[in-house]
């Protein structure tokens, strides 16, 4: 039997594959009060805003949101565990509760694929999301004190593998680091995803999505696309991209960098443009498919989709817009040392 990574591969040689679009808005548009999020749980804290939650008390609306993607056109979805680390969900008192949000979430995520291959015969993909937290291995967050740190690389790497573990546990395809804004955050993920992908006994394959801070391209600890992918690219993933940070009129530049370099398959799912006064998004399914669409110009992607902002609506929009579109054929790479700090460097042969 072809292996997971083997099959996408041969799927996006064939066509541009298309990746899920937010949950949040999603979520919010639910109108959900406390009592939705806490369910039946004893818990003291306020739970409203747990999104990842959901998935242990209103797992109805997880599948639903996941089918609604998938109807619109989506190869692939992605867990409701943006936020389901030790460290994000003590923010809600619920670190007890990791493994359980985890696990159930790839079991809803796993189900609406299923039923939707089913009835089309297309296959469909589980990306277990893993969001970046709200700690930073290389930034202090005390100005008076540059060399202070919250956390340790060993806590960092505990709190990913735990999350890793039940993941594949659930039954998720794929691990998928997104939202990256610390690159060393990021190698350290990507160290647990492959640890715990080794113990589990079957092949799960890596994605890795940065977000960028502005418009000069860089991720909050400094890094460019370049000097990221040099620095993440020890870890094979099948997938490198971009997500988030702009719309995709902003982040095409950055992207034809990424494409340019990164001898792998491309997946970048940008927001819906920037948020008005209100923090709200504006652009319009349409808009954003047509943006989307000047990226096939210079066959910028393998694998797109959308981030904040976008719905179902949108993600439909995308879905034609490429449904009939070259993908970007891989970049080779030629045997060279390739090396990190804020910029790239490439050692000569």
Same mark, same amino acid.
């Given at each position: 039997?072809?292996?997971?990574?083997?099959?996408?591969?041969?799927?996006?040689? *064939?066509?541009?594959?298309?990746?899920?679009?937010?949950?949040?808005?999603?979520?919010?548009?639910?109108?959900?009060?406390?009592?939705?999020?806490?369910?039946?749980? !004893?818990?003291?804290?306020?739970?409203?805003? %747990? %999104?990842?939650?959901?998935?242990?008390?209103?797992?109805?609306?997880?599948?639903?949101?996941?089918?609604?993607?998938? !109807?619109?056109?989506?190869?692939?979805?992605?867990?409701?565990?943006?936020?389901?680390?030790?460290?994000?969900?003590?923010?809600?008192?619920?670190?007890?509760?990791?493994?359980?949000?985890?696990?159930?979430?790839? *079991?809803?995520?796993?189900?609406?694929?299923?039923?939707?291959?089913?009835?089309?015969?297309?296959?469909?993909?589980?990306?277990?999301?893993?969001?970046?937290?709200?700690?930073?291995?290389?930034?202090?967050?005390?100005?008076?004190?540059?060399?202070?740190?919250?956390?340790?690389?060993?806590?960092?790497?505990?709190?990913?593998?735990?999350?890793?573990?039940?993941?594949?546990?659930?039954?998720?395809?794929?691990?998928?680091?997104? =939202?990256?804004?610390? =690159?060393?955050?990021?190698?350290?993920?990507?160290?647990?995803?492959?640890?715990?992908?080794?113990?589990?006994?079957?092949?799960?394959?890596?994605?890795?999505?940065?977000?960028?801070?502005?418009?000069?391209?860089?991720?909050?600890?400094?890094?460019?696309?370049?000097?990221?992918?040099?620095?993440?690219?020890?870890?094979?993933?099948? =997938?490198?991209?971009?997500?988030?940070?702009?719309?995709?009129?902003?982040?095409?530049?950055?992207?034809?960098?990424?494409?340019?370099?990164?001898?792998?398959?491309?997946?970048?799912?940008?927001?819906?443009?920037?948020?008005?006064?209100?923090?709200?998004?504006? *652009?319009?399914?349409?808009? =954003?498919?047509?943006?989307?669409?000047?990226?096939?110009?210079?066959?910028?992607?393998?694998?797109?989709?959308?981030?904040?902002?976008?719905?179902?609506?949108?993600?439909?929009?995308?879905?034609?817009?490429?449904?009939?579109?070259?993908?970007?054929?891989?970049?080779?790479?030629?045997?060279?040392?390739?090396?990190?700090?804020?910029?790239?460097?490439?050692?000569?042969?």
């Amino acid at each position: 039997m072809t292996d997971i990574a083997e099959q996408f591969r041969q799927l996006a040689a *064939e066509r541009i594959l298309v990746f899920d679009g937010g949950y949040g808005t999603a979520i919010q548009n639910h109108g959900l009060g406390e009592r939705d999020y806490r369910g039946t749980l !004893e818990l003291s804290d306020d739970q409203k805003g %747990n %999104n990842d939650l959901l998935s242990l008390t209103r797992p109805d609306i997880i599948e639903g949101i996941h089918t609604a993607y998938l !109807e619109a056109g989506a190869d692939i979805v992605e867990t409701n565990t943006f936020s389901s680390t030790e460290i994000s969900q003590a923010d809600y008192g619920c670190e007890h509760l990791v493994r359980d949000i985890n696990i159930k979430s790839a *079991e809803i995520a796993r189900r609406a694929c299923d039923k939707a291959e089913a009835k089309d015969g297309r296959k469909r993909f589980v990306a277990g999301s893993i969001g970046p937290t709200n700690k930073t291995l290389s930034l202090s967050p005390d100005v008076n004190d540059p060399g202070f740190r919250e956390i340790d690389f060993d806590y960092l790497k505990g709190v990913y593998r735990e999350q890793c573990d039940a993941l594949i546990a659930g039954g998720v395809d794929f691990l998928l680091i997104e =939202t990256i804004f610390d =690159t060393l955050n990021a190698k350290c993920a990507g160290m647990a995803a492959r640890e715990a992908t080794e113990a589990s006994g079957r092949d799960v394959p890596l994605m890795i999505s940065m977000t960028l801070t502005d418009l000069s391209g860089r991720n909050l600890s400094g890094h460019t696309v370049e000097a990221f992918w040099h620095a993440v690219r020890h870890l094979k993933p099948l =997938t490198m991209g971009l997500n988030c940070s702009f719309g995709a009129d902003q982040l095409r530049p950055h992207l034809a960098m990424l494409a340019k370099e990164a001898d792998t398959l491309i997946m970048a799912y940008p927001n819906a443009g920037l948020p008005n006064e209100l923090g709200e998004y504006d *652009e319009t399914p349409e808009q =954003t498919a047509a943006l989307i669409g000047e990226w096939l110009d210079d066959s910028l992607v393998n694998i797109v989709g959308g981030c904040c902002g976008t719905t179902p609506e949108h993600i439909g929009a995308i879905a034609k817009t490429v449904e009939s579109a070259k993908p970007r054929a891989v970049a080779s790479s030629t045997v060279q040392t390739r090396l990190s700090g804020l910029e790239p460097f490439t050692m000569a042969a």
